[in-house]
Nanobody, 117 residues
Framework: QLQASGGGLVQAGGSLRLSCVAS????????MGWFRQAPGKEREFVAH????????LYADSVKGRFTISRDNAKNTVHLQMNSLEPEDTAVYFC????????????WGQGTQVTVSS
């Protein structure tokens, strides 16, 4: 199971840190990631981190503003989001496993992020 938290309402230019705790599996063996879905839009990839934490991928729209990290000792993955924009408003989903960053095996419930202008 993947349990995401940390969403909320923030003004443009502000920051939020999302967290996702994994349970019921061997967390440290899995790559982890984040996707998001805005109202009326398709779900889209945001960020991905390898099982060891040494490889990271970001969507162009968040590169330089968001940072994904993981703590295997705590079975947790984080998404630090800085310089937030209204366009970042979406439900954010934690993901795990899979053969590629765009095809995760596991999905958590979403956490709402709302950025006001």
């Amino acid at each position: 199971q993947l349990q995401a938290s940390g969403g909320g309402l923030v003004q443009a230019g502000g920051s939020l840190r999302l967290s996702c705790v994994a349970s019921g599996g061997t967390f440290r063996r899995y790559a982890m990631g984040w996707f998001r879905q805005a109202p009326g839009k398709e779900r889209e990839f945001v960020a991905h981190i390898s099982w060891s934490g040494d490889k990271r991928l970001y969507a162009d729209s968040v590169k330089g503003r968001f940072t994904i990290s993981r703590d295997n000792a705590k079975n947790t993955v984080h998404l630090q989001m800085n310089s937030l924009e209204p366009e970042d408003t979406a439900v954010y989903f934690c993901t795990g496993g899979g053969t590629s960053a765009l095809r995760p095996d596991y999905w958590g419930q979403g956490t709402q992020v709302t950025v006001s202008s």
